[in-house]
């Protein structure tokens, strides 16, 4: 978060009440009488929404198991299928020929799923799948486009209880590498390419970079042909989709699953090592996909269109492009290309063309709509508008502004959603109708969820800032971090075990009307674009190339990215030609395009404390170009200061 935005938001006094509407949660009353059910009778509450709004393939006798904490456990004596929850039951209702996934290609072809499409489809995908060998606990990694096969994948998967890992498409052949090796997949789901800025961007030959070395459990490839061109295709282990579909049978029965189940690994960055692979459960998890539509978004499956912006690569993506909307028997919009292309109206568009209900994307997006000019958006009808969400990093003011008066016509509510990959669904957001909203605050807690600001003991702080906690456990929590027992316990658990409390690495404070606001994180967590990085993984891909002998990297504040890379290098020879550029094209290739600095300083010489620590807050200091407020008198060469200031 930028300084100028933390001071302004410190300062922001403005609240708008919600419009009134007949929403499932019309007042603050509603509010507090659903958060209040939580207070009495914290695992009844509980229970009781999960009967009544998940189909069971067998009904769990207890809510919360919490005798290993923080191993807690929900529903876990309970059965359930989630593609039977997001599918069959919906076409068991008579919503078979409602529209589940609109989907629009970048160059401008559509696509109309109804439900029983859609569950014949993710049939005839379960059933190929199993055809390939692949049973329930066997991971699947999919890398795909913004494509209905994405979803169909991640459905197909969950009808058959295989793990399914989405890796990013913009990611990186060795950073597929790693999620491969460390999830020990035995399949792998791509497409040949997907539309991004009227070219083919080649997911497949990716793959082939990545599975050059090590990756022996793999044993399958499946690929989507989207971008029809030719692919180096390796008859033992490639597998065309289509082909492999035809041969099935359109009738799979869902398997039993246990609600603890891993449904899914989405990897993270975090302060230390290598992404954390963030293991969820099906029941817990898709619980709270599912009423957090309700909650957040006043969503009516019967007549809103839904469009998440997020990639499924993202945890967004999975609980709100995918997950809660057809968990609800609702229309989810999916938009497979680059949201500029070609002009910065195309969101509008398709607002407009699909007549868009609920519009859920990100704050750098809104800050890079806004520079583009208002023009776009006031040349389409927006008027079915109703419900405007934001996520991913703290919203300035005035990009909240923008979004309230120019896109949402100062009658759509903003829904400013503060979660993480870790807690599975929203946390704190505004229930559109019934919580007054203040600009850059993400309000209050959703019902059922006990959120607090602590200072490092632990102890509730009254005014200023302090850590954000989750002091009860909540049913889509994470479950842990996939095969490093030790760091799920480390990074979340430790810091305040002697409470109980989940720490979430955000720090934030409270304003009078205890409404929360989230100043950014407390470690050393980058949120470039509201995409995590730990600056840990950008050095150590800085390292590996063979000139740098040492790299530090920070953030710096950039109006459109909220948060830009920015890079210290010291070279193991003189600086050659391009070396920067070199560079940058290294990190792209070791992560991908979103984590290359877009400033590299050489230097002689990191500034570090005499144990030997590298003084990140002078580098930020530096980097922001401020006036240094460190103690640089334990630095042991001062010169490297003005060689760092460039
Ligand atoms: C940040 C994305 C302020 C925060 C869903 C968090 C936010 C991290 C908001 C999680 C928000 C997310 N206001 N900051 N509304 N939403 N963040 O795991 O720092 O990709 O810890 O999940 O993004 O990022 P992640």
Redesign the pocket.
């Given at each position: 978060m930028t300084q100028e935005t933390i001071q302004s938001t410190l300062e922001e006094i403005r609240v708008f009440e919600p419009p009134k509407s007949k929403a499932l949660f019309s007042s603050l009353h509603d509010w507090k009488l659903a958060s209040d059910a939580f207070q009495k009778d914290f695992e009844g509450t509980w229970g009781n929404l999960a009967q009544q709004h998940l189909t069971w393939q067998k009904l769990f006798t207890q809510v919360l198991d919490e005798r290993n904490p923080p191993f807690y456990r929900w529903f876990a004596d309970g059965n359930i299928n989630l593609s039977e929850n997001c599918l069959d039951r919906h076409v068991n209702n008579g919503l078979g020929e409602q529209v589940a996934i609109i989907w629009e290609g970048e160059p401008g072809d559509v696509r109309r799923i109804t439900y029983n499409e859609l569950l014949a489809e993710v049939c005839l995908a379960a059933n190929g799948l199993k055809s390939l060998g692949i049973k329930k606990g066997d991971r699947v990694i999919i890398y795909m486009p913004m494509i209905p096969e994405a979803a169909i994948a991640m459905l197909a998967c969950a009808r058959i209880g295989a793990t399914h890992s989405v890796v990013f498409a913009a990611f990186s052949a060795q950073a597929l590498h790693d999620r491969i090796e460390d999830t020990g997949a035995k399949a792998v789901i791509t497409a040949d390419g997907g539309w991004r800025r009227g070219a083919i961007h080649d997911l497949k030959s990716c793959v082939d970079v990545a599975l050059t070395q090590g990756c022996n459990s793999v044993e399958h490839v499946l690929i989507v042909k989207r971008g029809h061109h030719d692919t180096n295709w390796q008859e033992d282990r490639d597998v065309d989709w289509v082909d492999l579909l035809k041969a099935q049978a359109d009738v799979c029965e869902p398997t039993i699953i246990e609600a603890e189940h891993p449904l899914f690994i989405l990897y993270?960055s975090g302060s230390t090592g290598k992404p954390k692979g963030i293991v969820h459960s099906t029941a817990g998890y898709l619980l709270w996909a599912h009423l957090t539509m309700q909650y957040s978004f006043d969503f009516k499956p019967e007549s809103d269109v839904f469009w998440c912006t997020a990639d499924v690569g993202?945890?967004?993506g999975h609980s709100y492009s995918v997950y809660g909307p057809l968990c609800n028997g609702g229309t989810t919009l999916m938009y497979e290309g680059v949201p500029t292309y070609p002009d910065a109206g195309r969101i509008w568009k398709i607002c407009q063309d699909h007549g868009v209900t609920v519009f859920y994307t990100a704050p750098t997006a809104i800050r890079a709509l806004i520079k583009a000019g208002d023009d776009y958006p006031n040349a389409y009808d927006l008027s079915k508008l109703r419900v405007l969400g934001?996520?991913?990093?703290?919203?300035n003011p005035e990009a909240w502004m923008w979004y309230h008066t120019v896109i949402g016509k100062e009658r759509c509510p903003i829904v400013?959603?503060?979660?993480?990959?870790?807690t599975g669904g929203h946390m704190l957001a505004p229930m559109p109708f019934s919580i007054p909203t203040k600009p850059g605050s993400?309000t209050l807690p959703l019902p059922g969820i006990f959120a607090g600001i602590v200072d490092a003991e632990g102890e509730d702080v009254k005014d200023g800032g302090g850590l954000l906690v989750l002091k009860k456990p909540w049913p889509s929590m994470l479950r842990g971090v996939w095969g490093d027992e030790q760091r799920f316990i480390e990074t979340y658990w430790e810091k305040f075990a002697h409470k109980g409390y989940y720490f979430?690495?955000?720090g934030a404070r409270k304003d009078e009307d205890g409404y929360f606001w989230?100043m950014?994180?407390v470690d050393d967590v980058l949120?470039v674009s509201g995409?995590?990085l730990g600056t840990m993984e950008v050095e150590s891909a800085l390292v590996s190339h063979h000139a740098v002998a040492e790299a530090a990297v920070v953030g710096r504040s950039d109006d459109i990215k909220g948060e830009s890379v920015f890079a210290f290098v010291v070279l193991k020879e003189p600086e050659s030609e391009g070396l920067e550029a070199i560079l940058r094209a290294h990190v792209s290739k070791e992560i991908g395009p979103i984590a290359k600095p877009d400033t590299i300083r050489f230097a002689d010489n990191l500034p570090k404390t005499r144990s030997g620590k590298i003084m990140r807050r002078l580098l930020r200091d530096i980097a922001a170009g401020r006036d240094i407020n460190s103690d640089i008198s334990t630095l042991e060469d001062q010169s490297v200061i003005a060689q760092l200031q460039g």
């Amino acid at each position: 978060m930028t300084q100028e935005t933390i001071q302004s938001t410190l300062e922001e006094i403005r609240v708008f009440e919600p419009p009134k509407s007949k929403a499932l949660f019309s007042s603050l009353h509603d509010w507090k009488l659903a958060s209040d059910a939580f207070q009495k009778d914290f695992e009844g509450t509980w229970g009781n929404l999960a009967q009544q709004h998940l189909t069971w393939q067998k009904l769990f006798t207890q809510v919360l198991d919490e005798r290993n904490p923080p191993f807690y456990r929900w529903f876990a004596d309970g059965n359930i299928n989630l593609s039977e929850n997001c599918l069959d039951r919906h076409v068991n209702n008579g919503l078979g020929e409602q529209v589940a996934i609109i989907w629009e290609g970048e160059p401008g072809d559509v696509r109309r799923i109804t439900y029983n499409e859609l569950l014949a489809e993710v049939c005839l995908a379960a059933n190929g799948l199993k055809s390939l060998g692949i049973k329930k606990g066997d991971r699947v990694i999919i890398y795909m486009p913004m494509i209905p096969e994405a979803a169909i994948a991640m459905l197909a998967c969950a009808r058959i209880g295989a793990t399914h890992s989405v890796v990013f498409a913009a990611f990186s052949a060795q950073a597929l590498h790693d999620r491969i090796e460390d999830t020990g997949a035995k399949a792998v789901i791509t497409a040949d390419g997907g539309w991004r800025r009227g070219a083919i961007h080649d997911l497949k030959s990716c793959v082939d970079v990545a599975l050059t070395q090590g990756c022996n459990s793999v044993e399958h490839v499946l690929i989507v042909k989207r971008g029809h061109h030719d692919t180096n295709w390796q008859e033992d282990r490639d597998v065309d989709w289509v082909d492999l579909l035809k041969a099935q049978a359109d009738v799979c029965e869902p398997t039993i699953i246990e609600a603890e189940h891993p449904l899914f690994i989405l990897y993270t960055s975090g302060s230390t090592g290598k992404p954390k692979g963030i293991v969820h459960s099906t029941a817990g998890y898709l619980l709270w996909a599912h009423l957090t539509m309700q909650y957040s978004f006043d969503f009516k499956p019967e007549s809103d269109v839904f469009w998440c912006t997020a990639d499924v690569g993202w945890i967004t993506g999975h609980s709100y492009s995918v997950y809660g909307p057809l968990c609800n028997g609702g229309t989810t919009l999916m938009y497979e290309g680059v949201p500029t292309y070609p002009d910065a109206g195309r969101i509008w568009k398709i607002c407009q063309d699909h007549g868009v209900t609920v519009f859920y994307t990100a704050p750098t997006a809104i800050r890079a709509l806004i520079k583009a000019g208002d023009d776009y958006p006031n040349a389409y009808d927006l008027s079915k508008l109703r419900v405007l969400g934001t996520v991913g990093e703290p919203i300035n003011p005035e990009a909240w502004m923008w979004y309230h008066t120019v896109i949402g016509k100062e009658r759509c509510p903003i829904v400013d959603t503060w979660w993480q990959t870790e807690t599975g669904g929203h946390m704190l957001a505004p229930m559109p109708f019934s919580i007054p909203t203040k600009p850059g605050s993400a309000t209050l807690p959703l019902p059922g969820i006990f959120a607090g600001i602590v200072d490092a003991e632990g102890e509730d702080v009254k005014d200023g800032g302090g850590l954000l906690v989750l002091k009860k456990p909540w049913p889509s929590m994470l479950r842990g971090v996939w095969g490093d027992e030790q760091r799920f316990i480390e990074t979340y658990w430790e810091k305040f075990a002697h409470k109980g409390y989940y720490f979430a690495g955000d720090g934030a404070r409270k304003d009078e009307d205890g409404y929360f606001w989230i100043m950014g994180r407390v470690d050393d967590v980058l949120n470039v674009s509201g995409h995590r990085l730990g600056t840990m993984e950008v050095e150590s891909a800085l390292v590996s190339h063979h000139a740098v002998a040492e790299a530090a990297v920070v953030g710096r504040s950039d109006d459109i990215k909220g948060e830009s890379v920015f890079a210290f290098v010291v070279l193991k020879e003189p600086e050659s030609e391009g070396l920067e550029a070199i560079l940058r094209a290294h990190v792209s290739k070791e992560i991908g395009p979103i984590a290359k600095p877009d400033t590299i300083r050489f230097a002689d010489n990191l500034p570090k404390t005499r144990s030997g620590k590298i003084m990140r807050r002078l580098l930020r200091d530096i980097a922001a170009g401020r006036d240094i407020n460190s103690d640089i008198s334990t630095l042991e060469d001062q010169s490297v200061i003005a060689q760092l200031q460039g």
